[in-house]
């Protein structure tokens, strides 16, 4: 049963780090918004106006919006980069290297079949992993502000998870086609840092532009947040993601053990 | 069941040239040759994991590569080094591979298990090279498959698990099943094989059965001459296979001496002492200098 896979593949304990991370942010970005820290946040805002403005954090008086641009800015497409590396390390990488993969290929199971399991495994730490981001969120929210809007927070992350789910696949793909783990690490880590830093330096003016050559313009948070659109960009993600998932099977389809 | 048919296939400097050869049901094929001879690049193309470049790679009739899937319904494959789940323990590997794979034999691995001595408690990382090889194994044998691909199966064991690995290939060939290994040590092959196929530089020099493989040997004369200058001058009239040590004269010939004993008629003979080379110096003499 190709099953055994996933559950060998799925690490629990290892996952737990990562939600906990998920949660503690989550929980303190919606902390921020108590009058005193979001004074301090303001105040740092007025003497460094512009790397407040690079690392996305404008202050706002709407908590949805504070959310957005004190979490979503640079700390949780950080957290889903690292995620993004690490998965496609530990899933494909490292196992394409040390022989795993080619174990396992060495069963009665389709190419395709092995690939799509991983992925699997690595979309339920994606989305699991943003649940308990807006675990985090919800029970501040609900804790600290019984009044704000919990659906523009929900929106927020499912408008999320199709951009974190692009980079998942988009390092396997990398994986799949790096000659060792070490080169795959060193690209991915650059690529998915370049796109970081492309999508902070487009919120500069004159700069805007520069947004549009990462994956990070596809979250349109803002439209989210205050339901003015923002899905087309999402499912444009989602859609990406299936491109990404179907070159990798492609190649993994002709690949060399 | 495993077929070879002027199989081509280079692969980083090494690689397997022209190479054809079957392996029957009931056969153990032991396939012998030094480190970079293209005896794991011959099983990773049997494993459907690299692509032939020439000729054709079957199991079953069908193709390695395009079937790869089909043919693992009835075939294992133990790489050289076992790639293992580091963070399980034996039984969970175990477990896993068997629930991965399908075909698995409980009874089987019981007695492979006591039969090998295999510590299956511990996590697969705090064991030592031969634990995990003897573990890669259990999960590779204890599967109820026809066709077994095993590289290098004897390699880091020790003498007491080269015995029962033995023994449970000897049991495999009986039950009818077709075992294709790779080996560098004559000695492995020759307890464990029914079939020996020879393979230097990529090429299939000799493909022959166990037994036959002292027919093949050559008889080997160690000769005193009398003087360096005698000694030198049956090499000059003798040509070839000679081995000159000053006063002494070392020849193989693979037939009837008795060419040998007229020639030596002619000169003066301190020493004459004959027998036949063992089965490891036949070996060698195929492979001449790729061994040192």
């Known amino acids: ?257 | 069941m495993i077929h070879c048919d002027n199989l081509t296939r280079a692969f980083e400097g090494d690689g397997v040239f022209d190479i054809s050869l079957q392996v029957q049901a009931g056969q153990t094929l032991g396939l012998l040759g030094p480190t970079g001879a293209g005896k794991s690049v011959l099983l990773r193309v049997l494993a459907g994991h690299l692509r032939a470049q020439a000729g054709t790679a079957s199991v079953f009739g069908l193709d390695c590569w395009r079937d790869r899937r089909r043919i693992f319904r009835r075939a294992v494959y133990a790489p050289m080094v076992p790639a293992l789940e580091m963070r399980m323990t034996g039984e969970e590997y175990l477990n896993f591979s068997a629930r991965y794979h399908g075909g698995f034999n409980p009874q089987k691995a019981r007695r492979l298990t006591e039969q090998m001595d295999i510590p299956l408690t511990g996590q697969c990382r705090r064991m030592g090279q031969e634990e995990r090889k003897k573990l890669g194994l259990l999960a590779a044998l204890a599967l109820d498959a026809e066709v077994f691909l095993l590289d290098e199966p004897f390699g880091s064991l020790s003498a007491f698990a080269r015995g029962a690995l033995a023994d449970a290939l000897q049991a495999l060939r009986q039950s009818g099943a077709a075992v294709l290994m790779t080996s560098h040590v004559l000695e492995e092959v020759r307890r464990a094989c029914s079939h020996i196929a020879i393979i230097r530089q990529g090429r299939l020099v000799v493909t022959q059965p166990v037994e036959a493989l002292s027919l093949t040997r050559q008889k080997v004369y160690h000769i005193t001459f009398n003087s360096p200058q005698q000694a030198a001058s049956f090499a000059a009239e003798w040509e070839a296979g000679v081995e000159l040590i000053g006063t002494r004269a070392l020849v193989a010939i693979p037939a009837s001496p008795q060419a040998l004993l007229r020639t030596l008629a002619r000169y003066e003979v301190v020493d004459l002492i004959g027998g036949r080379e063992d089965a490891e110096e036949g070996f060698l003499r195929y492979y001449g200098d790729d061994i040192v």
Not at chain 1, 96 to 107: E, F, I, K, N, P
Not at chain 1, 113 to 138: K, N, P, R, Y
Not at chain 1, 145 to 162: N, R
């Open chain 1, 1 to 257: 049963m190709i099953s055994a896979l996933f559950f060998a593949r799925f690490r629990p304990k290892s996952l737990l780090i990562w939600l906990l991370a998920a949660l503690v942010l989550g929980a303190g970005a919606v902390a921020a918004y108590l009058p005193s820290p979001l004074e301090q946040l303001r105040f740092l805002r007025g003497e460094m106006p512009e790397l407040f403005t690079v690392l996305g954090f404008v202050g706002d008086s709407n908590l949805p919006a504070f959310v957005l641009s004190a979490l979503y800015g640079l700390l949780l497409p950080i957290l889903a980069n690292m995620q993004a590396v690490s998965l496609g390390r530990h899933l494909l990488a490292r196992p394409l290297a040390d022989g795993r993969l080619a174990q396992l290929l060495a069963a009665p199971h389709a190419r395709a079949s092995v690939l799509l399991l991983h992925f699997l495994a690595l979309a339920v730490w994606v989305v699991l992993t943003q649940a308990a981001c807006l675990a985090g969120q919800m029970l501040s929210a609900v804790l600290l502000f019984p009044v704000a809007d919990l659906a523009a927070l929900s929106q927020l992350t499912i408008g999320f998870i199709p951009t974190a789910l692009l980079l998942s696949a988009f390092c396997c793909l990398l994986a799949l086609v790096s000659p060792s783990e070490a080169r795959y690490a060193r690209r991915a880590r650059l690529l998915l840092a370049l796109m970081l830093i492309l999508a902070m330096a487009g919120r500069l003016s004159g700069w805007t532009r520069l947004r549009l050559f990462s994956v990070w313009s596809l979250f349109d948070g803002r439209s989210l947040a205050f339901g003015a659109g923002g899905w087309g960009l999402a499912g444009l993600a989602g859609g990406l993601t299936l491109v990404c998932l179907a070159a990798a099977l492609l190649y993994f389809q002709q690949r060399e053990l």
